[in-house]
């Protein structure tokens, strides 16, 4: 069993669609968890970083952690275009240990007008 | 502001000659510095990782190597490409601050390696 599951997808929504992507996680040590969106060829870049369990909110993306579930989420309102990536869960224990994360293979997301 | 640049971006060997890809960050000091290759449906496997100079772990039994001869460079190379070397190489830094939320990774743009 892999430490991170994320479905693959893809998944395909119209714009102006709210978007749920997931991942699973196995190891209770993790305690900080994020969400990084990558566009085809290029690096990942963080859009949004979470330690306590509940929600974040930064514009229209939403992060939701379920420490109790080992569940984590991100949401996506009003989608758009230009959203059309894939998104990658990432998450690590404490600090310490060269900060190394463990990540999801990714959801490849493709919003159509 | 706090920059990383990786290359090349795009690399087409044969198979059994060398490697060499580089990295550099700029504007920090003494950051965290990482190798991962991503591979279709595998996401991001971690490589290498390095907390100094000189301070290289290695995370997977490979045909690569690291190394780290400046605070802000690091290198990936290879003696012997293999086929299964082929993916996209990306580096990333980060800082080790105990901080929640200070030591997030942050990638370069990846260098893609095609082996033939």
């Known amino acids: 069993q892999k430490e991170v599951e994320q479905d693959p997808g893809p998944l395909s929504v119209p714009e102006g669609a709210i978007v749920s992507l997931n991942c699973t996680y196995s190891n209770s040590a993790f305690q900080y968890f994020m969400w990084y969106r990558q566009y085809s060829r290029k690096g990942p870049e963080l859009l949004m970083y979470t330690y306590s369990s509940g929600n974040k909110e930064d514009g229209r993306f939403t992060a939701q952690v379920d420490k109790s579930s080992k569940y984590i989420s991100l949401f996506i309102r009003d989608s758009q275009p230009s959203d059309s990536a894939t998104y990658l869960c990432a998450m690590k224990g404490f600090t310490g240990g060269g900060n190394k994360l463990t990540f999801g293979t990714g959801t490849q997301l493709k919003v159509e007008l | 502001s706090q920059t990383i640049h990786q290359w090349p971006a795009t690399l087409v060997q044969p198979v059994g000659s060398p490697l060499s890809l580089e990295c550099t960050v700029e504007?920090?000091?003494?950051?965290?510095l990482y190798w991962y290759r991503q591979a279709a449906g595998r996401g991001l496997q971690l490589l290498f990782y390095s907390v100094g100079i000189g301070q290289i772990s290695s995370e997977v039994p490979q045909n690569l190597s690291a190394s780290r001869p400046q605070d802000r460079q690091f290198i990936l190379s290879s003696k012997k490409l293999l086929l299964s070397d082929s993916g996209f190489y990306l580096c990333?830094?980060?800082?080790?601050?105990?901080?929640?939320?200070?030591?997030?990774?942050?990638f370069g743009a990846g260098s893609r390696l095609t082996v033939l």
């Open positions: 990333a830094w980060s800082l080790e601050t105990g901080v929640p939320g200070a030591n997030v990774l942050t």
């Open positions: 504007g920090t000091s003494n950051p965290n």
